[in-house]
C-alpha cells in the first residue's frame, strides 16, 4: 500500500503569497548586514486523529522552476490522516490519494491549485503488514535481523522494535507495528471514539515492511528529471519494494547462517565484530573446541564467561557440539500474505 508521499508543482506569485502570509516563516537574517541567510515556510493541517499534513512553498529555483515562479510541497499520510494508522486496510491509487491532499490544501487555505496533470512525485513510501501471530515472534524476527549487512549503507539495529537501512535511493524499515504505535501513535488518540484496545490487539502480531522510494530512484526509474504523477504505475514502485527488500533478505539469509569450523568462525567473527574482540571470542572458541565448555568455564570470570557465550550465539557461531544454538523464527513475506 502507499503511505506517506511528497508531491510538489509550480505555482504562481499570487499563490505563494495566499499561503505564505497563513504559514509559519521562519528566517535566519545576518545582524551586521540585514542580508536575510534562509527562509523556511511551512505549515502543518491537522486531519481527523491529528496526523498531520505538510505544506511548504518557496522559490522555484529548489526544484529548477522559471525564475518567475514558486513551488508547492505537500507532504503526509492520507491514510494516517483518514484512518488515524497505517498497519493496513490501506490505499494502492496514487491519483486518488494526491487529488484528496490537494483538495485538503485547497479547502485550508481557501485556493485553487493546478489540476493534477501539473504535479510532480518526490517521494513515496510503500509499505506492507504481515501478521506473524504474536510479539514473540515479532520480536525474534527482528532480532535475528541484528548482523544483517548491505552494501555501501549504514544499519541501525533498536532490539525487539526494528531494523533500518538508509539509502541515496531509498531507505528500508522492518519494525514491530505494535510497539512503534504505542511508542508514536497511542497518545493522538485520548479524546477521539477510535477503538484502540481493539486496534491493540489486532496488531500485536504486525511486522511492518517498509520501503522509502525516494526522488534519485524515481529519476533513475522513469529517467525524467520531473516525473508526473499521471505516468506512474503502482506495479512500479511495488517492484522497487520487492527488488529493494530481495536484495537485503538475500544478503540477511546468507548472514544468519550457523558457521562452524575454525576458518569459517574465524571469518564470521572478524565480520561481525571489531579485530581485538573478534580475536579474542576466537580464542575462547578455540579454548572450547580443545578443552570442554565446563573447564573452560572454571577458567574464566563468570561475566567473562556468559558474555563470550552470549556474543558467539549471537554471531551465530556453533561453537561446542554440546551447546544448541537458539533457532530463529523464520519469516518470508515473499511467501506470506498482506495484512489486508
Not at 544483517?148 to 539495529?157: E, G
Not at 569459517?264 to 571489531?274: A, G, H, I, M, S
Not at 581485538?276 to 578443552?291: I, P, S, T
Amino acid at each position: 500500500m502507499i503511505d506517506t508521499i511528497k508531491i510538489y508543482c509550480e505555482i504562481p506569485f499570487e499563490l505563494y503569497s495566499k499561503i505564505y502570509n497563513k504559514s509559519i516563516v521562519k528566517s535566519s537574517i545576518n545582524k551586521a548586514t540585514g542580508e536575510l541567510i534562509y527562509e523556511v515556510v511551512n505549515d502543518h493541517l491537522e486531519g481527523s486523529y491529528s496526523s498531520s499534513l505538510s505544506v511548504r512553498v518557496g522559490n522555484g529555483a529548489k526544484y529548477q522552476f522559471s525564475d518567475l515562479f514558486y513551488y508547492i510541497e505537500i507532504e503526509g499520510s492520507y491514510h494516517k490522516i483518514i484512518k488515524g494508522y497505517n498497519s493496513h486496510n490501506g490505499f494502492y491509487d496514487l491519483e486518488f490519494i494526491c487529488k484528496e491532499l490537494i483538495e485538503m490544501t485547497e479547502n485550508a487555505y481557501e485556493i485553487n491549485l493546478p489540476i493534477l496533470q501539473n504535479w510532480f512525485l518526490q517521494r513515496c513510501d510503500i509499505a506492507i503488514c504481515y501478521d506473524l501471530g504474536n510479539q514473540k515472534n515479532v520480536k525474534d524476527y527482528i532480532n535475528s535481523l541484528s548482523r544483517c549487512s548491505y552494501p555501501r549503507r549504514k544499519l541501525k539495529f533498536f532490539y525487539d522494535e526494528s531494523v533500518y537501512i538508509s539509502g541515496t535511493m531509498t531507505t528500508l524499515k522492518i519494525y514491530n507495528k505494535y510497539l512503534e504505535f504505542r511508542k508514536n501513535d497511542l497518545k493522538k488518540f485520548h479524546s477521539t471514539n477510535f477503538d484502540i484496545m481493539r486496534y491493540l490487539e489486532e496488531i500485536q502480531g504486525f511486522v511492518r515492511f517498509e520501503c522509502e522510494v525516494k526522488k534519485k530512484m524515481l529519476v533513475k526509474l522513469y529517467n525524467k528529471k520531473h516525473i508526473r504523477i499521471i505516468d506512474i504505475k503502482y506495479e512500479d514502485l511495488r517492484k522497487i519494494w520487492s527488488d529493494e527488500f530481495m536484495k537485503m533478505l538475500n544478503l540477511i539469509e546468507k548472514d544468519l547462517e550457523i558457521v562452524r569450523g575454525m576458518e569459517n568462525v574465524k571469518e564470521r567473527l572478524l565480520d561481525v565484530y571489531k579485530k581485538g574482540k573478534a580475536m579474542r571470542l576466537y580464542n575462547f572458541y578455540c579454548a572450547v573446541q580443545l578443552e570442554g565448555l565446563q573447564n573452560v568455564k572454571r577458567s574464566f570470570l563468570h561475566s567473562t564467561y556468559y558474555q563470550n557465550i552470549k556474543d558467539l550465539k549471537q554471531a551465530r557461531v556453533d561453537f561446542s557440539q554440546m551447546y544448541k544454538i537458539e533457532e530463529t523464527f523464520y519469516f518470508n513475506p515473499f511467501e506470506s500474505q498482506e495484512v489486508a
